[in-house]
């Protein structure tokens, strides 16, 4: 066991370095497995006293480094922990001349393990630096840019921001926590990241080209997509691709319906296709030709989307394969789903309860509590939205075929919470359900649940 004990200007004639001594000989004296590491000020009384009384004891000197992350710079402070004094600021470039300069100045401190580096996350700007000083064996740890603010606010009530009073605070934020390094081969989760949320816009942008077909055809054939029950199937895009207006699917024959009834393998009837013609041919719609141009446009940008949709699904599929987190086997959680999870959590030892989980994922309850007044319940909706959204998504399957959920939501149901509520309630709990399989190593047993 290691033990860290900070002081910094003790004098021997102080009432408190009795204390210190008292501990360390009750530490020395409980157990014998400990190392003690003290960090306090080079060449004090007190370092001399205790290394001629506990030579067992060592003595380490660390440093924190707080980095402010820009597109084109960083700025670094550089704190030591002996006396919390900056040992020194300076400013890199985002190049690899700048990175060096970056390694040389941590080498001339000390060794990688005694070096404490955090920066805000910033998105994708930090990641050249952190790929850096991974190859560079030196620890690392991303901040939420929230608590420095807060911090920021704790120590002053100035309104001063710089890059230079940002990097320190960082730095002085280190001191203050559990330091907690990101995990190795982080580059696997980040690929895994900006492929679903890419995926992501791909999907919100298909969605908008379906609106804006929507529109169209609410001016040129409006008994359309009421006729494929409202939504655009391989047979609907196929007629609107080729034939466009209500005026050309009016004139359709019968090598028309062959080419139909082999793209819905049997399904588009005969029936079905002598009526499309009824309804083409008498509608109220308008056939202008520039709608016609807008619709053609509009069709390959959708088309194009899907394409590309699909070349990330099987990208993302690949790479969550090589992965493949116990969470898998869970029912209603496919690929794309565990690839988001597995992406927006990261390194799931970072988390020691499942309520770090849901307070990271957003989904737990806010609570406000002054004097006799508490107000609480409703959910905080912090952190990702994209992580929020797979996991209730991956709840509705759930339900349906797994009956402990089942239960689970209906006593929630029963209890007066309307379905919205109640579905946050079983996404909770299939939080704790992955954080258990993930801990334990084991696939999921329905058997199990409780």
């Not at 660390?62 to 550089?78: E, L, P």
């Not at 141009?293 to 959708?302: A, G, I, K, R, T």
Request: proline fraction near 3%.
């Amino acid at each position: 066991m290691d033990l860290y004990l900070f002081f910094y200007s003790f004098d021997c004639s102080e009432v408190t370095q009795t204390t210190a001594f008292r501990l360390l000989l009750l530490i020395s004296l409980l157990t014998l497995d400990v190392s003690i590491y003290v960090i306090t000020q080079p060449n004090s009384l007190w370092k001399t006293t205790v290394l001629n009384t506990y030579p067992e004891v060592f003595f380490m000197s660390f440093y924190f480094v707080g980095i402010d992350i820009s597109k084109y710079k960083h700025d670094c402070c550089i704190l030591s922990a002996v006396d919390q004094n900056v040992v020194t600021k300076f400013t890199i470039k985002n190049d690899k001349s700048g990175f060096e300069q970056l390694i040389e100045t941590l080498h001339s401190l000390s060794n990688p393990e005694k070096i404490k580096i955090g920066f805000e996350s910033t998105a994708h700007y930090a990641l050249n630096l952190e790929l850096f000083l991974e190859n560079a064996h030196h620890s690392f740890m991303e901040i939420n840019p929230v608590l420095i603010k807060e911090f920021k606010k704790s120590t002053s009530l100035r309104r001063t921001k710089t890059d230079s009073v940002d990097c320190e605070s960082i730095a002085r934020w280190l001191m203050t926590v559990e330091y907690k390094p990101h995990s190795k081969g982080f580059y696997h989760a980040y690929s895994l990241k900006s492929l679903t949320r890419l995926r992501d816009r791909l999907i919100r942008q298909r969605s908008f080209y379906l609106v804006k077909i929507t529109n169209v055809l609410d001016h040129t054939f409006p008994e359309f997509k009421p006729f494929f029950h409202e939504r655009l199937s391989k047979t609907a895009l196929y007629l609107l691709e080729n034939y466009g207006s209500a005026e050309k699917m009016a004139r359709m024959n019968a090598a028309s319906y062959e080419k139909l009834r082999s793209l819905s393998r049997g399904r588009f009837s005969p029936q079905q296709f002598l009526q499309l013609k009824e309804l083409a041919a008498n509608t109220v719609g308008i056939n202008n030709s520039i709608f016609d141009v807008e619709l053609n446009s509009l069709l390959m940008l959708y088309k194009s989307l899907v394409k590309e949709i699909g070349t990330l699904e099987a990208e993302i599929n690949k790479l969550i394969e090589e992965v493949h987190p116990r969470y898998m086997s869970i029912p209603g959680i496919g690929p794309i789903s565990a690839a988001v999870i597995y992406s927006e959590y990261g390194d799931l030892s970072n988390f020691s309860t499942p309520a770090q989980m849901l307070a990271f994922a957003g989904i737990e309850p806010g609570i406000n509590q002054s004097g006799t007044e508490s107000h609480g319940g409703r959910m905080v909706k912090h952190g990702s939205s994209q992580l929020r959204y797979v996991l209730i998504n991956c709840c509705l399957p759930l339900i349906r075929f797994d009956m402990t959920f089942a239960a689970y939501y209906a006593k929630k149901r029963t209890e007066g919470k309307p379905h919205r509520v109640a579905i946050t309630h079983v996404a909770k709990k299939l939080v704790r359900v992955i954080y258990a399989l993930e801990r334990q190593e084991t696939d999921f047993n329905a058997q199990k649940l409780r």
